[in-house]
Protein backbone atom coordinates (compact mmCIF):
# COMPACT_ATOMS: atom_id res chain seq x y z
CA UNK A 1 0.00 0.00 0.00
CA UNK A 2 2.66 2.22 0.93
CA UNK A 3 4.67 1.46 -2.30
CA UNK A 4 1.52 2.83 -4.34
CA UNK A 5 0.62 5.72 -2.19
CA UNK A 6 4.14 6.76 -2.88
CA UNK A 7 4.59 6.59 -6.49
CA UNK A 8 1.21 8.33 -6.53
CA UNK A 9 2.06 11.33 -4.60
CA UNK A 10 2.37 13.74 -7.74
CA UNK A 11 -1.55 12.81 -8.97
CA UNK A 12 -2.59 12.97 -5.11
CA UNK A 13 -1.03 16.65 -5.31
CA UNK A 14 -3.09 17.39 -8.69
CA UNK A 15 -5.96 15.91 -7.30
CA UNK A 16 -5.85 18.54 -4.05
CA UNK A 17 -5.14 21.10 -5.89
CA UNK A 18 -2.74 24.37 -4.35
CA UNK A 19 -5.09 25.32 -1.69
CA UNK A 20 -5.45 22.26 0.03
CA UNK A 21 -2.83 20.52 1.87
CA UNK A 22 -1.41 17.06 1.94
CA UNK A 23 0.34 14.80 4.08
CA UNK A 24 0.73 11.20 4.44
CA UNK A 25 1.05 9.06 7.69
CA UNK A 26 2.36 6.04 6.60
CA UNK A 27 2.34 3.13 9.01
CA UNK A 28 5.65 0.52 8.58
CA UNK A 29 3.30 -2.39 9.89
CA UNK A 30 1.16 -1.53 6.73
CA UNK A 31 1.20 -4.95 4.25
CA UNK A 32 0.50 -6.06 0.52
CA UNK A 33 -2.98 -6.31 0.25
CA UNK A 34 -5.03 -8.39 -2.42
CA UNK A 35 -5.56 -6.07 -5.08
CA UNK A 36 -4.39 -5.75 -8.59
CA UNK A 37 -1.87 -2.39 -8.61
CA UNK A 38 -3.57 -0.66 -10.79
CA UNK A 39 -6.99 -1.08 -9.31
CA UNK A 40 -5.16 -0.20 -5.52
CA UNK A 41 -3.96 3.01 -7.51
CA UNK A 42 -7.42 3.93 -8.65
CA UNK A 43 -8.52 3.43 -4.98
CA UNK A 44 -6.72 5.94 -3.54
CA UNK A 45 -6.91 8.19 -6.17
CA UNK A 46 -11.01 7.99 -5.67
CA UNK A 47 -10.90 8.51 -2.09
CA UNK A 48 -8.87 11.59 -2.40
CA UNK A 49 -11.09 13.08 -4.92
CA UNK A 50 -13.90 12.14 -2.57
CA UNK A 51 -12.27 13.82 0.17
CA UNK A 52 -11.48 16.68 -2.02
CA UNK A 53 -14.87 18.01 -2.58
CA UNK A 54 -15.50 18.47 0.54
CA UNK A 55 -12.63 20.60 1.76
CA UNK A 56 -12.55 24.80 1.25
CA UNK A 57 -8.85 26.43 0.37
CA UNK A 58 -6.87 26.41 3.51
CA UNK A 59 -7.93 22.50 4.32
CA UNK A 60 -5.84 19.99 4.73
CA UNK A 61 -5.97 15.94 3.29
CA UNK A 62 -3.83 13.26 5.42
CA UNK A 63 -3.70 10.04 3.87
CA UNK A 64 -2.85 7.37 6.11
CA UNK A 65 -2.15 3.25 6.28
CA UNK A 66 -2.83 0.72 8.69
CA UNK A 67 -1.70 -2.74 9.36
CA UNK A 68 -3.94 -5.56 10.80
CA UNK A 69 -2.69 -4.52 14.06
CA UNK A 70 -3.21 -0.98 13.99
CA UNK A 71 -5.87 1.14 15.59
CA UNK A 72 -8.85 1.85 13.34
CA UNK A 73 -10.35 5.52 13.62
CA UNK A 74 -14.06 5.59 14.72
CA UNK A 75 -16.76 7.94 14.81
CA UNK A 76 -16.28 11.33 17.19
CA UNK A 77 -12.98 9.59 18.39
CA UNK A 78 -9.28 8.76 16.99
CA UNK A 79 -9.47 5.28 18.66
CA UNK A 80 -9.49 1.39 18.59
CA UNK A 81 -10.57 -1.37 17.15
CA UNK A 82 -9.44 -3.93 14.90
CA UNK A 83 -10.07 -6.16 12.38
CA UNK A 84 -7.75 -8.65 11.62
CA UNK A 85 -8.69 -9.44 8.14
CA UNK A 86 -8.59 -6.08 7.19
CA UNK A 87 -5.99 -3.70 6.30
CA UNK A 88 -7.07 0.05 5.57
CA UNK A 89 -6.55 3.05 3.25
CA UNK A 90 -7.73 6.71 5.34
CA UNK A 91 -8.35 9.83 3.58
CA UNK A 92 -9.23 12.51 6.55
CA UNK A 93 -10.56 15.94 5.27
CA UNK A 94 -9.62 18.10 7.57
CA UNK A 95 -11.64 21.68 7.89
CA UNK A 96 -9.14 24.38 8.68
CA UNK A 97 -10.77 27.29 7.73
CA UNK A 98 -13.95 28.71 7.69
CA UNK A 99 -15.25 29.05 4.24
CA UNK A 100 -17.93 26.66 2.94
CA UNK A 101 -16.52 24.13 0.54
CA UNK A 102 -16.06 25.62 -3.17
CA UNK A 103 -16.98 23.34 -6.32
CA UNK A 104 -14.07 20.67 -6.61
CA UNK A 105 -10.94 21.94 -9.32
CA UNK A 106 -10.96 20.94 -12.25
CA UNK A 107 -7.71 17.43 -11.78
CA UNK A 108 -10.45 16.57 -8.63
CA UNK A 109 -12.90 16.68 -11.02
CA UNK A 110 -11.37 15.24 -13.88
CA UNK A 111 -10.21 11.91 -10.72
CA UNK A 112 -14.09 12.04 -9.90
CA UNK A 113 -14.90 10.63 -13.57
CA UNK A 114 -12.26 8.42 -13.50
CA UNK A 115 -13.88 6.23 -10.60
CA UNK A 116 -16.82 8.23 -9.35
CA UNK A 117 -17.98 7.49 -5.54
CA UNK A 118 -20.11 5.05 -6.02
CA UNK A 119 -17.98 3.01 -8.35
CA UNK A 120 -15.35 3.36 -5.83
CA UNK A 121 -17.80 1.58 -3.56
CA UNK A 122 -18.74 -1.37 -6.28
CA UNK A 123 -14.76 -1.83 -7.02
CA UNK A 124 -14.10 -2.35 -2.81
CA UNK A 125 -16.88 -4.57 -2.72
CA UNK A 126 -15.65 -6.67 -5.84
CA UNK A 127 -12.17 -6.89 -4.44
CA UNK A 128 -13.51 -8.45 -0.79
CA UNK A 129 -13.33 -4.72 0.81
CA UNK A 130 -15.99 -2.20 1.86
CA UNK A 131 -15.98 1.72 1.64
CA UNK A 132 -16.46 3.36 4.86
CA UNK A 133 -17.77 7.10 6.07
CA UNK A 134 -16.19 8.37 9.39
CA UNK A 135 -17.44 11.25 10.94
CA UNK A 136 -14.27 12.55 13.30
CA UNK A 137 -15.86 16.14 14.40
CA UNK A 138 -18.27 18.04 13.29
CA UNK A 139 -15.74 19.65 10.50
CA UNK A 140 -13.37 16.78 9.94
CA UNK A 141 -14.07 13.19 8.15
CA UNK A 142 -12.60 10.13 6.94
CA UNK A 143 -13.33 8.07 3.58
CA UNK A 144 -11.97 4.87 4.86
CA UNK A 145 -10.91 1.41 2.45
CA UNK A 146 -11.06 -1.46 4.18
CA UNK A 147 -8.64 -3.77 1.80
CA UNK A 148 -8.13 -7.77 2.30
CA UNK A 149 -4.31 -8.15 3.02
CA UNK A 150 -2.13 -10.45 1.56
CA UNK A 151 0.22 -13.17 3.30
CA UNK A 152 3.52 -14.46 1.50
CA UNK A 153 4.14 -13.78 -2.08
CA UNK A 154 2.55 -15.18 -5.10
CA UNK A 155 2.47 -18.68 -6.10
CA UNK A 156 1.24 -19.75 -9.26
CA UNK A 157 -0.02 -16.46 -9.82
CA UNK A 158 -2.32 -16.60 -6.71
CA UNK A 159 -1.98 -14.54 -3.57
CA UNK A 160 -2.81 -16.31 -0.23
CA UNK A 161 -5.06 -13.71 1.92
CA UNK A 162 -5.24 -13.41 5.70
CA UNK A 163 -8.18 -14.54 7.02
CA UNK A 164 -9.61 -14.37 10.73
CA UNK A 165 -7.89 -16.79 13.12
CA UNK A 166 -9.77 -20.27 12.79
CA UNK A 167 -11.99 -19.15 10.19
CA UNK A 168 -11.78 -18.83 6.69
CA UNK A 169 -13.27 -16.84 3.51
CA UNK A 170 -16.61 -17.98 2.28
CA UNK A 171 -17.34 -17.90 -2.22
CA UNK A 172 -20.79 -16.82 -2.58
CA UNK A 173 -21.76 -17.36 -5.92
CA UNK A 174 -25.42 -16.49 -6.52
CA UNK A 175 -26.93 -14.65 -9.88
CA UNK A 176 -29.88 -12.79 -8.17
CA UNK A 177 -28.60 -9.71 -7.16
CA UNK A 178 -30.88 -9.07 -4.33
CA UNK A 179 -30.17 -12.61 -3.14
CA UNK A 180 -26.47 -12.50 -3.11
CA UNK A 181 -26.83 -8.60 -1.44
CA UNK A 182 -28.88 -10.04 1.66
CA UNK A 183 -27.02 -12.87 2.13
CA UNK A 184 -23.51 -10.89 1.48
CA UNK A 185 -24.67 -8.73 4.44
CA UNK A 186 -26.00 -11.53 7.20
CA UNK A 187 -23.05 -13.03 7.17
CA UNK A 188 -20.60 -10.41 6.90
CA UNK A 189 -22.74 -9.23 9.76
CA UNK A 190 -21.35 -11.99 11.77
CA UNK A 191 -17.85 -11.60 11.33
CA UNK A 192 -17.27 -13.66 8.36
CA UNK A 193 -15.17 -12.79 5.16
CA UNK A 194 -17.21 -13.16 2.42
CA UNK A 195 -16.36 -12.59 -1.17
CA UNK A 196 -18.62 -13.00 -3.75
CA UNK A 197 -19.21 -14.28 -7.85
CA UNK A 198 -22.24 -14.10 -10.11
CA UNK A 199 -21.61 -16.75 -12.88
CA UNK A 200 -19.06 -19.45 -13.58
CA UNK A 201 -16.23 -16.68 -14.67
CA UNK A 202 -15.69 -14.60 -12.04
CA UNK A 203 -16.21 -17.97 -9.47
CA UNK A 204 -13.06 -19.48 -10.88
CA UNK A 205 -11.23 -16.22 -10.86
CA UNK A 206 -12.17 -15.54 -7.24
CA UNK A 207 -10.95 -18.97 -6.29
CA UNK A 208 -7.55 -18.72 -8.31
CA UNK A 209 -6.80 -15.37 -6.82
CA UNK A 210 -7.63 -16.67 -2.58
CA UNK A 211 -7.05 -20.40 -3.39
CA UNK A 212 -7.13 -22.38 0.13
CA UNK A 213 -8.32 -19.38 1.97
CA UNK A 214 -11.50 -20.15 1.05
CA UNK A 215 -13.26 -22.72 3.36
CA UNK A 216 -16.85 -22.99 2.23
CA UNK A 217 -18.69 -22.57 -0.80
CA UNK A 218 -22.27 -21.26 -1.23
CA UNK A 219 -23.62 -21.60 -4.29
CA UNK A 220 -26.80 -21.89 -6.36
CA UNK A 221 -27.98 -24.53 -7.86
CA UNK A 222 -28.92 -23.17 -11.03
CA UNK A 223 -25.87 -20.44 -12.49
CA UNK A 224 -26.14 -19.13 -15.87
CA UNK A 225 -24.60 -21.61 -17.91
CA UNK A 226 -23.95 -24.16 -15.54
CA UNK A 227 -25.15 -26.17 -12.35
CA UNK A 228 -23.85 -25.29 -9.20
CA UNK A 229 -22.78 -28.85 -8.64
CA UNK A 230 -20.61 -28.64 -12.38
CA UNK A 231 -19.22 -25.39 -10.43
CA UNK A 232 -17.98 -27.08 -7.30
CA UNK A 233 -16.11 -29.75 -9.03
CA UNK A 234 -14.50 -27.07 -11.29
CA UNK A 235 -13.65 -25.26 -7.95
CA UNK A 236 -12.23 -28.33 -6.49
CA UNK A 237 -8.45 -27.70 -7.46
CA UNK A 238 -7.83 -24.34 -6.21
CA UNK A 239 -10.25 -24.76 -3.40
CA UNK A 240 -9.46 -28.69 -2.76
CA UNK A 241 -10.85 -28.20 1.28
CA UNK A 242 -13.94 -26.04 0.98
CA UNK A 243 -17.26 -27.13 1.83
CA UNK A 244 -19.87 -26.53 0.18
CA UNK A 245 -23.60 -25.34 0.76
CA UNK A 246 -25.96 -25.16 -2.05
CA UNK A 247 -28.91 -22.66 -2.02
CA UNK A 248 -31.81 -23.24 -4.04
CA UNK A 249 -35.57 -22.56 -4.75
CA UNK A 250 -35.81 -26.31 -5.56
CA UNK A 251 -36.49 -29.44 -3.11
CA UNK A 252 -34.48 -31.36 -1.09
CA UNK A 253 -35.72 -34.21 -3.06
CA UNK A 254 -34.99 -32.82 -6.32
CA UNK A 255 -31.06 -31.95 -5.05
CA UNK A 256 -30.97 -35.47 -3.64
CA UNK A 257 -28.24 -37.35 -1.56
CA UNK A 258 -24.95 -35.04 -1.10
CA UNK A 259 -22.03 -36.25 -0.19
CA UNK A 260 -20.03 -35.45 3.59
CA UNK A 261 -19.04 -31.65 3.51
CA UNK A 262 -22.11 -30.73 1.58
CA UNK A 263 -25.28 -29.35 2.94
CA UNK A 264 -28.53 -27.93 1.18
CA UNK A 265 -30.64 -25.17 2.19
CA UNK A 266 -33.37 -24.02 0.67
CA UNK A 267 -35.03 -20.60 -0.62
CA UNK A 268 -36.18 -18.75 1.05
CA UNK A 269 -34.25 -18.60 3.70
CA UNK A 270 -34.01 -16.75 7.52
CA UNK A 271 -30.60 -15.69 8.89
CA UNK A 272 -31.04 -18.18 11.59
CA UNK A 273 -31.18 -20.95 9.28
CA UNK A 274 -28.18 -19.76 7.05
CA UNK A 275 -25.57 -19.17 9.99
CA UNK A 276 -26.62 -22.66 11.92
CA UNK A 277 -25.75 -24.71 8.56
CA UNK A 278 -22.45 -22.12 8.08
CA UNK A 279 -21.35 -22.73 11.57
CA UNK A 280 -21.77 -25.95 11.16
CA UNK A 281 -19.37 -26.71 7.93
CA UNK A 282 -17.02 -23.78 8.99
CA UNK A 283 -14.99 -22.40 12.36
CA UNK A 284 -16.60 -19.46 13.13
CA UNK A 285 -14.81 -15.95 12.84
CA UNK A 286 -12.53 -14.30 15.41
CA UNK A 287 -14.70 -12.36 17.34
Do not use: W
Not at 208 to 220: K, N
Amino acid sequence: MNQVIARAERSIAEVAGRHVSVQFALSPGATRVAVPFAELERIVLGLCSAARSLLSPGGRMVIETRGMNDALVTPMSGVVSTSPARARILVRAEQLGNEPPPTPPREALAAQQTISYSELEDLLERLGGRLEFVPLSDDDIAYVAHLPFAVGGESSGRMAVAVPQEGGVILLVEDEPQVQAVTTRILRAFGYAVITAHNERTALAQAEQYGAAITLVVSDLVLPGVSGKELVRRLHRPCEHARVLYISGYSPEHVGALPEGERFLRKPFTAQELLAIVRELMPEPAP
